[in-house]
Protein backbone atom coordinates (compact mmCIF):
# COMPACT_ATOMS: atom_id res chain seq x y z
CA UNK A 1 0.00 0.00 0.00
CA UNK A 2 1.27 3.36 -1.34
CA UNK A 3 1.02 5.85 1.89
CA UNK A 4 3.34 7.94 4.27
CA UNK A 5 2.84 8.09 7.89
CA UNK A 6 3.22 10.79 10.23
CA UNK A 7 4.17 10.43 13.90
CA UNK A 8 5.81 12.32 16.73
CA UNK A 9 2.66 14.76 17.26
CA UNK A 10 1.94 15.94 21.18
CA UNK A 11 1.88 18.42 23.66
CA UNK A 12 4.98 20.68 23.97
CA UNK A 13 5.84 24.07 26.30
CA UNK A 14 6.87 27.35 24.41
CA UNK A 15 10.52 27.04 23.85
CA UNK A 16 10.61 23.80 24.01
CA UNK A 17 11.45 21.05 21.12
CA UNK A 18 9.76 17.92 19.07
CA UNK A 19 10.99 15.52 16.37
CA UNK A 20 8.19 14.37 13.87
CA UNK A 21 8.99 11.50 11.48
CA UNK A 22 7.03 10.42 8.93
CA UNK A 23 7.81 6.73 7.24
CA UNK A 24 6.89 5.51 3.82
CA UNK A 25 5.90 2.24 2.50
CA UNK A 26 4.78 0.70 -0.91
CA UNK A 27 7.14 3.06 -3.50
CA UNK A 28 10.37 3.62 -3.89
CA UNK A 29 10.93 6.06 -1.16
CA UNK A 30 15.00 7.24 -1.58
CA UNK A 31 13.50 8.80 -5.32
CA UNK A 32 11.19 11.36 -4.43
CA UNK A 33 11.92 14.49 -2.01
CA UNK A 34 9.63 14.82 0.65
CA UNK A 35 7.74 18.39 1.89
CA UNK A 36 6.26 18.90 5.31
CA UNK A 37 3.42 21.34 5.27
CA UNK A 38 1.21 22.60 7.75
CA UNK A 39 -2.44 23.53 8.70
CA UNK A 40 -3.04 25.52 11.84
CA UNK A 41 -7.02 24.27 13.03
CA UNK A 42 -9.34 26.18 11.08
CA UNK A 43 -6.73 27.55 8.78
CA UNK A 44 -4.86 27.13 5.21
CA UNK A 45 -2.12 25.58 4.50
CA UNK A 46 1.24 26.55 5.37
CA UNK A 47 4.48 25.29 3.39
CA UNK A 48 6.75 24.28 6.00
CA UNK A 49 9.99 22.65 4.42
CA UNK A 50 11.26 20.37 1.75
CA UNK A 51 14.21 17.56 1.47
CA UNK A 52 15.56 16.26 -1.54
CA UNK A 53 15.48 12.61 -2.45
CA UNK A 54 19.46 12.37 -1.65
CA UNK A 55 18.70 14.65 1.38
CA UNK A 56 21.95 16.75 0.35
CA UNK A 57 19.74 19.98 -0.26
CA UNK A 58 16.74 20.89 1.74
CA UNK A 59 14.46 24.26 1.98
CA UNK A 60 12.40 25.87 4.50
CA UNK A 61 9.76 28.30 4.87
CA UNK A 62 10.73 31.73 6.60
CA UNK A 63 8.76 31.39 9.37
CA UNK A 64 10.70 27.98 10.59
CA UNK A 65 14.16 28.92 9.13
CA UNK A 66 16.69 28.48 11.28
CA UNK A 67 13.91 26.91 14.27
CA UNK A 68 13.80 23.62 12.10
CA UNK A 69 15.80 21.09 10.54
CA UNK A 70 14.88 18.41 7.72
CA UNK A 71 16.06 15.02 6.99
CA UNK A 72 16.04 11.83 6.07
CA UNK A 73 17.25 8.06 6.54
CA UNK A 74 16.37 6.60 3.26
CA UNK A 75 17.51 3.17 4.73
CA UNK A 76 14.79 3.47 7.08
CA UNK A 77 12.07 5.25 4.53
CA UNK A 78 11.66 8.30 7.20
CA UNK A 79 12.04 11.39 6.89
CA UNK A 80 12.49 13.67 10.03
CA UNK A 81 11.56 17.24 11.40
CA UNK A 82 13.04 18.12 14.37
CA UNK A 83 11.53 21.72 15.66
CA UNK A 84 13.22 23.86 18.31
CA UNK A 85 12.35 26.71 20.16
CA UNK A 86 8.88 26.04 19.39
CA UNK A 87 5.87 28.95 19.75
CA UNK A 88 2.27 29.05 20.02
CA UNK A 89 1.55 29.67 16.41
CA UNK A 90 4.01 26.32 15.54
CA UNK A 91 0.46 24.70 16.87
CA UNK A 92 -0.90 22.80 14.07
CA UNK A 93 -1.55 19.45 12.06
CA UNK A 94 1.79 18.43 10.20
CA UNK A 95 1.75 16.74 7.13
CA UNK A 96 4.20 15.60 5.55
CA UNK A 97 3.54 15.04 1.32
CA UNK A 98 5.86 13.51 -1.45
CA UNK A 99 6.93 15.74 -4.27
CA UNK A 100 5.54 13.92 -7.28
CA UNK A 101 9.49 13.95 -9.40
CA UNK A 102 10.69 10.92 -9.03
CA UNK A 103 14.77 11.17 -9.31
CA UNK A 104 16.90 7.96 -10.54
CA UNK A 105 19.91 10.25 -10.70
CA UNK A 106 21.53 12.82 -8.58
CA UNK A 107 19.83 15.63 -10.99
CA UNK A 108 15.96 16.38 -10.15
CA UNK A 109 13.50 18.97 -10.71
CA UNK A 110 12.55 21.70 -8.30
CA UNK A 111 10.28 21.15 -6.03
CA UNK A 112 7.08 20.56 -7.97
CA UNK A 113 3.25 19.63 -7.30
CA UNK A 114 2.33 17.32 -3.86
CA UNK A 115 0.47 13.80 -5.01
CA UNK A 116 0.80 11.77 -2.17
CA UNK A 117 0.01 13.21 1.59
CA UNK A 118 -0.37 11.46 4.98
CA UNK A 119 -2.74 11.80 7.38
CA UNK A 120 -1.21 14.30 9.89
CA UNK A 121 0.34 14.88 12.96
CA UNK A 122 -1.07 17.03 15.52
CA UNK A 123 1.46 19.53 17.53
CA UNK A 124 0.46 21.47 19.77
CA UNK A 125 2.29 24.28 21.73
CA UNK A 126 1.03 25.60 25.07
CA UNK A 127 2.07 25.63 28.56
CA UNK B 1 8.70 34.51 -2.24
CA UNK B 2 5.43 34.53 -4.32
CA UNK B 3 2.36 34.97 -2.89
CA UNK B 4 -0.76 33.05 -4.02
CA UNK B 5 -4.72 34.85 -3.12
CA UNK B 6 -7.55 33.18 -3.74
CA UNK B 7 -11.18 34.47 -4.01
CA UNK B 8 -13.49 34.40 -2.56
CA UNK B 9 -12.80 33.01 0.27
CA UNK B 10 -16.31 31.16 0.99
CA UNK B 11 -18.91 30.46 -1.76
CA UNK B 12 -22.15 28.76 -1.77
CA UNK B 13 -23.58 27.69 -4.81
CA UNK B 14 -26.57 25.42 -5.51
CA UNK B 15 -26.57 21.93 -6.64
CA UNK B 16 -26.07 21.87 -10.36
CA UNK B 17 -24.86 24.54 -10.19
CA UNK B 18 -21.30 26.18 -11.49
CA UNK B 19 -18.81 26.77 -8.88
CA UNK B 20 -15.78 29.07 -10.08
CA UNK B 21 -13.05 29.85 -7.56
CA UNK B 22 -9.77 32.26 -8.74
CA UNK B 23 -6.25 32.32 -7.82
CA UNK B 24 -4.11 35.15 -8.49
CA UNK B 25 -0.30 34.84 -7.88
CA UNK B 26 1.89 37.83 -7.15
CA UNK B 27 3.86 37.06 -9.92
CA UNK B 28 4.21 34.45 -13.12
CA UNK B 29 4.48 31.08 -12.96
CA UNK B 30 4.58 30.75 -16.24
CA UNK B 31 7.64 29.58 -17.43
CA UNK B 32 9.07 30.39 -20.58
CA UNK B 33 11.37 27.05 -20.93
CA UNK B 34 8.45 24.91 -21.57
CA UNK B 35 5.50 27.61 -21.57
CA UNK B 36 3.83 25.66 -18.58
CA UNK B 37 2.50 27.14 -15.78
CA UNK B 38 3.90 25.86 -12.51
CA UNK B 39 0.27 25.93 -10.31
CA UNK B 40 -1.52 23.09 -8.87
CA UNK B 41 -5.03 22.42 -6.98
CA UNK B 42 -5.85 20.85 -4.05
CA UNK B 43 -9.48 19.49 -2.29
CA UNK B 44 -9.63 19.13 1.51
CA UNK B 45 -12.00 17.96 2.85
CA UNK B 46 -13.09 17.68 6.66
CA UNK B 47 -11.01 16.07 8.65
CA UNK B 48 -8.72 14.52 5.52
CA UNK B 49 -5.41 15.77 4.09
CA UNK B 50 -5.56 17.73 0.84
CA UNK B 51 -5.96 16.10 -2.47
CA UNK B 52 -4.03 16.73 -5.38
CA UNK B 53 -6.50 17.48 -8.21
CA UNK B 54 -4.50 19.72 -11.26
CA UNK B 55 -1.25 20.16 -11.75
CA UNK B 56 0.19 22.23 -14.74
CA UNK B 57 -2.64 24.80 -13.95
CA UNK B 58 -4.99 22.02 -16.05
CA UNK B 59 -3.84 18.82 -16.22
CA UNK B 60 -6.42 16.65 -14.46
CA UNK B 61 -5.55 14.12 -12.11
CA UNK B 62 -6.69 10.53 -12.69
CA UNK B 63 -10.00 9.86 -11.31
CA UNK B 64 -10.66 13.58 -10.89
CA UNK B 65 -14.61 13.88 -12.40
CA UNK B 66 -14.39 15.83 -15.19
CA UNK B 67 -16.92 18.32 -13.78
CA UNK B 68 -13.62 20.06 -12.48
CA UNK B 69 -11.78 22.24 -14.85
CA UNK B 70 -8.51 23.99 -14.38
CA UNK B 71 -7.71 26.84 -16.34
CA UNK B 72 -5.73 30.55 -16.70
CA UNK B 73 -2.16 31.39 -17.00
CA UNK B 74 0.74 33.73 -15.84
CA UNK B 75 -0.85 35.15 -12.91
CA UNK B 76 -4.46 34.76 -12.97
CA UNK B 77 -6.23 31.19 -12.83
CA UNK B 78 -9.55 29.49 -12.42
CA UNK B 79 -10.74 26.40 -10.60
CA UNK B 80 -14.37 25.69 -11.97
CA UNK B 81 -17.25 23.39 -11.30
CA UNK B 82 -19.55 23.10 -14.04
CA UNK B 83 -22.47 21.49 -11.95
CA UNK B 84 -22.03 21.04 -8.30
CA UNK B 85 -22.15 18.08 -6.70
CA UNK B 86 -22.82 17.33 -2.61
CA UNK B 87 -19.56 15.44 -2.48
CA UNK B 88 -17.62 18.90 -3.58
CA UNK B 89 -18.12 20.74 -0.56
CA UNK B 90 -14.81 21.26 0.62
CA UNK B 91 -11.97 23.82 1.04
CA UNK B 92 -10.18 24.29 -2.78
CA UNK B 93 -6.24 25.28 -2.49
CA UNK B 94 -4.07 26.43 -4.81
CA UNK B 95 -0.27 26.20 -5.20
CA UNK B 96 2.84 27.24 -7.13
CA UNK B 97 5.96 25.88 -7.90
CA UNK B 98 7.87 27.89 -9.83
CA UNK B 99 10.32 28.39 -7.17
CA UNK B 100 12.20 25.99 -4.75
CA UNK B 101 9.86 27.75 -1.73
CA UNK B 102 6.58 26.73 -2.60
CA UNK B 103 3.51 28.23 -1.55
CA UNK B 104 -0.29 28.19 -1.30
CA UNK B 105 -3.62 30.08 -1.60
CA UNK B 106 -5.58 31.01 2.19
CA UNK B 107 -7.71 28.33 0.49
CA UNK B 108 -11.74 28.63 -0.24
CA UNK B 109 -14.68 27.33 1.44
CA UNK B 110 -17.29 26.22 -1.01
CA UNK B 111 -20.53 25.25 -0.05
CA UNK B 112 -23.89 24.16 -0.85
CA UNK B 113 -26.45 27.40 -0.97
Known amino acids: QVRLVESGGNVVQPGGSLRLSCTAS????????IHWVRQAPGKGLEWVAF????????FYGDSVKGRFTVSRDNSKKTVYLEMKSLRAEDTAVYYC????????????????????WGQGTLVTVSS | DIVMTQSPDSLAVSLGERATINCKSSQSVLHSSNNKNYLAWYQQKPGQPPKLLFH???TRESGVPDRFSGSGSGTDFTLTISSLQAEDVAVYFC?????????FGQGTRLEIK
Open chain 1, 97 to 116: ARDVAYCPGSSCPAPNWLDL
Open chain 1, 51 to 58: VRHGGTEK
Open chain 2, 56 to 58: WAS
Open chain 1, 26 to 33: GFSFSNHG
Open chain 2, 95 to 103: QQYYNSQIS
